[in-house]
């Protein structure tokens, strides 16, 4: 019976990792190219709010109290979005310092001892 219950739970939290809009977008923004793109998909939480204040006004107005799940469902889905802008920039910041420190490393690995820089190349001709 444990078995069951744990092969359901996994195939139930794999489905939703792998469907739902949220995970989607908060699985692209954790990748390096989505950093950048995280406090800006903060605005699709307003979506998920008003379909929430939506939900909750139907339920006070007399509607089936199974709308309850709906909003607990957008609550946490705006509470995730919303989060997600912050964290992201804050791995964005460290990715590009961990970038800078080394790019540093590299060029002072490549340059030779006491040259700070290479001159631009000058283009001159072999007549002259």
Known sequence: MFEFILAATARSYFFLRRFMPTALVIDAIHTRRGLKWGVPAMLLAV??????IYCRAQVEAGGPGWLNLLVILC??????????GPISLLKLIAVRVREAVARRRMTRA??????ERFDEPTLVSRRS
Request: no cysteine; glycine share 4%; proline share 9%.
């Open 47 to 52: 979506p998920y709010a008003l379909a929430a």
């Open 75 to 84: 609550l946490w889905n705006t509470l995730k979005i919303l989060l997600i």
């Open 110 to 115: 490549v340059l030779p001892e006491g040259v």
